[in-house]
């Protein structure tokens, strides 16, 4: 976020000077005794809704590898749910959108808000404690459950003659995880005693459950779900357990200084009339 730099002037009242526009911006965004701050619109805002009209965009991080049906490029056209989403935050704020997609993961885009380089997070973004101490996250937008997919020989070998729900709940075998993602943290904490087994991407975690290489993989149910959607076929070596007490909630992510904007936020969202839901998100994969 570029700020012009003052330039020195005679001293003259500023009213009396030809203000170049920057300069100009930088007088309209003077905060009134109130604390609220006037832009060029006319318009009365908070500080830190007026910063970003006062730019005219709204800078959105987003994970720079596409995850259908949330985000995605087609051609040169970035598309997606949850670019529709920022598109129409920006709109109600009147300013343009510029995605930042410069994230290898998601703890990045969580750590891009935090340093202020981006106004939000919008990247599938589940709401764990651990970022919760670096930024805000907004009311939950989508809730989905957590699921498994087991490889069935090695998931029969292990779990022998206990009851399927003794086998998952106290499970101790090995679990596959997305490195650096929410079911890293989630793995740790619901499940303490299984081998948990890091991988770089998503595709590396499945190759290894479908292979033997560990028993279970582990994360929401809108992508377990995903993987025998697109092959139906593998129905035969694997199957999903989805944990219905266990609730991933996916939120925007907001600096720790833009209260109003975090309230904005929220509302938007519980006044928005399209509410997703895993049907919603299925469904969108098809188009």
């Known amino acids: 976020m570029a700020v012009a730099a ?20 930088v007088l309209a965004a003077k905060p009134a005794a109130s604390g609220l701050v006037k832009v060029e619109d006319g318009r009365t805002l908070a500080p830190d809704i007026a910063r970003i009209v006062n730019k005219g965009e709204l800078v959105i991080a987003m994970l720079g590898v596409d995850t259908p049906p949330f ?7 970035l598309v997606g749910l949850e670019v529709d989403l920022a598109r129409a935050i920006a709109k109600e704020l009147k300013v343009s959108v510029r995605f930042d997609r410069s994230a290898k993961t998601f703890n990045e885009v969580v750590d891009i808000v935090a340093r202020g380089d981006a106004d939000l997070g919008v990247s599938k973004l589940s709401r764990t404690l ?21 490889n069935r020989v090695r998931f029969a070998e292990y779990a022998g003659a206990m009851p399927l729900p003794s086998a ?7 679990l596959g995880v997305l490195a650096k993602s929410s079911f890293d943290d989630y793995a740790q904490r619901n499940f303490p005693q299984a081998d948990i087994r ?6 590396e975690v499945l190759k290894a459950v479908q292979t033997g290489q560990i028993i279970a993989a582990y994360r929401d149910e809108f ?30 992510a907001v600096g720790i200084q833009d209260t109003v904007l975090l309230s904005f936020i929220n509302q938007f969202l519980s006044q928005s009339s399209e509410k997703l839901t895993i049907d919603v998100v299925l469904k969108a994969l098809d188009r």
């Open 6 to 25: 003052w330039q020195a002037v005679p001293a003259l009242s500023a009213s009396s000077l030809p203000v170049p526009n920057p300069v100009r911006s």
């Open 71 to 77: 985000f995605s490029t087609k051609g040169d056209t």
């Open 130 to 150: 651990a970022r919760a101490q670096r930024i805000s996250f907004s009311d939950p937008y989508l809730r989905l459950a957590h699921s498994f997919i087991l």
């Open 168 to 174: 998952i709940r106290q499970y101790k075998g090995s």
């Open 198 to 203: 890091e991988y770089p991407n998503w595709e």
């Open 223 to 252: 992508e377990v779900k995903r993987v025998l959607r697109s092959d139906p076929t593998l129905s035969l070596t694997l199957r999903t357990v989805t944990f219905k007490d266990l609730e991933d909630t996916l939120g925007i």
